[in-house]
């Protein structure tokens, strides 16, 4: 039996050899992430960072074309006026909805991914 410390240095002595891991993030077809993992499984995914692993984000990104896009926290949607199409509001006050048609018409734009 050996003792402690000669223990410690034939350990120390060893060569550990280095594991790589792959972090994965697979996503659906329309590109919305189902799992993060660092196995490998059946399915569409891609290669991503240890940080993004670790934060395990599902509902604020998107894959497409291989790369995430971030949800935009401040220009996700918009009221911009529209010619036809939208609902009707008074000219003066676009909190009243103008039932004669007679009004702006407003309508709601997203910018959701970025």
Known sequence: ??????????????????????????YNKC???????????DGNYIIIDQETYARGDYQNIKVENGYILQRSPTDSSKLVPHDSEGTCC???????????????????????YR
């Open 90 to 112: 008074n000219t003066n006050d676009i909190t009243l909805i103008d039932d004669t048609n007679a009004g702006q018409y407003w309508k709601i734009k997203t910018h959701e």
């Open 31 to 41: 590109g919305y992430p189902l799992f993060y993992t660092t196995e490998k499984a």
């Open 1 to 26: 039996m050996t003792n402690f410390w000669q223990g410690l240095e034939e350990f120390n002595q060893q060569q550990n050899e280095t594991v790589e891991v792959e972090f994965r993030l697979y």
